[in-house]
Every structure is written in C-alpha cells, then in structure tokens.
C-alpha cells in the first residue's frame, strides 16, 4: 500500500523471518521477486542473498513471453544471528 512504502517495515520482516528459519535450524532461504519489482530487489540484496536470473517457470524464454523471475537465495549456515542483525542495521 503506497502509504506504508519506504519505511523498511518489509525488511524488518524479512530479518525477523530469517532469525525464526535461523532458529529453526533452516539452512537456505529462496525467494522469487519480479524483474521489475526493484524495492524487493534492493531489500533482498542488502539483507545480502546471492541471485540467480530464471525464466518464470523455470522454462526458456520464448519471444514475447513472460517475465523473467529473479531468485534470491541466502545460505543460513553462512550468516550467523549476527550477520542478520548487522545487515538489517545496515539497511535501515
């Protein structure tokens, strides 16, 4: 909604996400953003996932076809509590 835009409350849920999957003992979170949705983009990146560009629905992209799907993928084992935390700070 245009009047909650830009006040970092998706990114705050994302590092508390990743905290829970952390706690979980989850290893690797993925997420599939749209090529032109840049605000999830950024927040992604900067919360430090790694991406891989994937035709939507894992297909070749075929002239005049759909969008492309962005994957972003974070290892859980790699960045500690800590480094969620660090990044999150540094994002806000």
């Known amino acids: 909604m245009p009047d909650v835009q830009g006040k970092k409350h998706g990114i705050r849920l994302l590092a508390h996400f ?18 032109d949705n840049y605000a999830s983009q950024r927040m ?12 939507l629905g894992g297909r070749e992209r075929e002239e005049g076809a759909a969008s492309y799907s962005l994957r972003y993928t974070l290892d859980l084992d790699y960045m500690g509590k800590e480094g969620i935390t660090r990044r999150l700070a540094g994002a806000l």
């Open 18 to 35: 990743l905290l829970l999957a952390k706690e979980q003992k989850i290893h690797r979170v993925t997420a599939d953003v749209g090529e």
């Open 44 to 55: 992604f990146e900067r919360m430090g996932f790694s991406l891989k560009r994937t035709p």
